[in-house]
């Protein structure tokens, strides 16, 4: 998934726009004076694949996709906002 990058126009737009971003539940990766990476994790997963998924398994085994694929959606499918100074 690619960066959203959202620009500002001085410091402390930016400041503020991190503040924000950190209110709604984003993480600060990485920040300086002029960017900053802020990422939010993917969630567990959609409603609708964790029940395809229970569907599709054996009804004994369900547990363990629904886990990796909760863990692929919380990891590997993570949100990145790039705030940059103009």
């Excluded at 690619?2 to 400041?15: G, I, S, W, Y």
């Excluded at 503040?19 to 993917?42: C, H, M, N, T, Y």
């Excluded at 997963?45 to 029940?51: E, S, Y």
Aim: no cysteine; net charge positive; proline share 3%.
């Amino acid at each position: 998934m690619h960066p959203v990058t959202v620009r500002v126009k001085d410091k402390k737009a930016l400041k503020n726009k991190v503040e924000d971003l950190k209110d709604e539940g984003w993480i600060v990766e990485s920040q300086s004076d002029e960017v900053a990476v802020l990422k939010r994790p993917g969630g567990i997963g959609r409603k609708r694949w964790h029940f395809l998924i229970l569907v599709f398994t054996v009804w004994w085994a369900w547990v363990i996709p629904n886990v990796v694929y909760a863990l692929y959606s919380y990891f590997i499918n993570v949100k990145r906002t790039i705030v940059k100074l103009e």
